[in-house]
């Protein structure tokens, strides 16, 4: 985290300071497309953006990062942890852990209603259990908590020109479109962690099982009837995108070329595992890193015309002053 974002965004406590740079950290290092997007931000929001990856990615990390012998029960009591250390950040702002004081604090400034929280872990409580979906609102289910509520947590950190409620919920097919790309792109490694997120029904229309997918990932050899299911399931990510996409235009202008440099890159993904014929049992596919530099290039250029005009925001979010402390938390309602 550079001091120049911390300063921005009136973060002056040593302490905090460092916990934020802790999630920063981890932004860098494991959320390539997620980090680049975040730095065509404003600086004074860049932080938020980071807390809130930060929060995730380590919950992630407990569920699916763990050696592959740690019995379930031991990933649940890590997990068990984890609650109880955001539980006592969203309602106390005291917490052992770094990484939830950067969120408590987050949360804080932008009146992020606690349940997002709670039913991101939710998921993640679910991905120790369950290991297959029937059908896509099954599939839906599950991913209100582990992708919707992370595009619902970014509305207030964005901005909007209009109504926050009116954004809402292409903010939350983003990150369920998001989702469903990691889905497709990821089908080989979560298939070696015992998980099948694509749909059953999707997969059977086309006589593709379990089975079949084990032996194409042990074999390293291709499929027609999975490249056909991966095509569908491709088809309904790309409706996803369709949904979320208008949301773009009413995000604070100074936001809007960082969620559509995100949008591209994720949605490209898909056209690179589409060209390459769908290799994703076998090799994670990615964007080039040449796109990936046209892509920051042109959102730069959008960033600097954004500030350049930029109108009055609908609610133009803002972090509390220095003096604010830790344990000053809003009780009323469901945020914190």
């Known amino acids: 985290m550079t001091a120049r974002e911390l300063t921005a965004a009136g973060i002056t ?43 995730a990615r380590w919950a992630d990390d407990i569920v699916d990062d763990l050696d592959t012998d ?3 029960e031991q990933r649940a009591a890590a997990l068990g942890t984890w609650e109880r250390e955001l539980a006592s950040g969203l309602r106390w702002g005291t917490s052992r852990h770094p990484i939830v ?54 509305v207030p950190v964005l901005g909007t020109v209009v109504p926050a409620e009116e954004a809402r919920p292409h903010a939350a097919a983003l990150g369920i479109a998001f989702q469903l790309t990691n889905f497709i792109r990821d089908v080989g490694e979560d298939l070696d962690r015992g998980r099948v997120y694509l749909p059953q029904d999707l997969l059977a229309a ?13 074999t390293g050899r291709g499929d027609t009837r999975i490249r056909t299911a991966l095509r569908e399931a491709t088809d309904l990510t790309h409706g996803v995108y369709r949904e979320a996409e208008p949301g773009i235009a009413i995000l604070d202008p100074v936001s809007r070329p960082c969620v559509q440099a995100a949008f591209l890159l994720y949605s490209e993904i898909l ?13 994670r596919v990615a964007v080039s890193g040449a796109r990936r530099a046209v892509v920051a290039a042109r959102s730069t250029a959008g960033v600097t015309a954004a500030r350049l005009r930029r109108p009055p925001a609908f609610r133009t979010p803002s972090v509390p002053p220095p003096h604010h402390q830790p344990g000053s938390v809003n009780h009323e309602g469901d945020s914190p």
Not at 271 to 283: D, I
């Open 101 to 154: 004081r950067a969120l408590a604090h987050t949360a804080r400034a932008y009146g992020i209603p606690r349940s997002h929280f709670t039913d991101f872990m939710a998921s993640m409580r679910m991905d120790l259990r369950v290991t297959s979906y029937a059908d896509y609102p099954a599939l839906c289910g599950y991913m209100h908590g582990s992708a919707a509520v992370i595009g619902l947590q970014m």
């Open 70 to 72: 740690v019995p379930a």
């Open 206 to 218: 086309h006589d593709v099982d379990r089975a079949l997918l084990e032996w194409s990932r042990r």
């Open 271 to 283: 056209k690179v595992a589409a060209e390459a014929g769908y290799p994703v049992l076998h090799r």
């Open 13 to 55: 406590d040593p302490a905090l300071r460092q916990d934020y740079a802790l999630c920063r950290s981890l932004n860098a290092r494991h959320g390539r497309t997620y980090f680049l997007a975040a730095r065509l931000l404003p600086p004074e929001r860049r932080p938020a953006v980071h807390a809130l990856y930060g929060f």
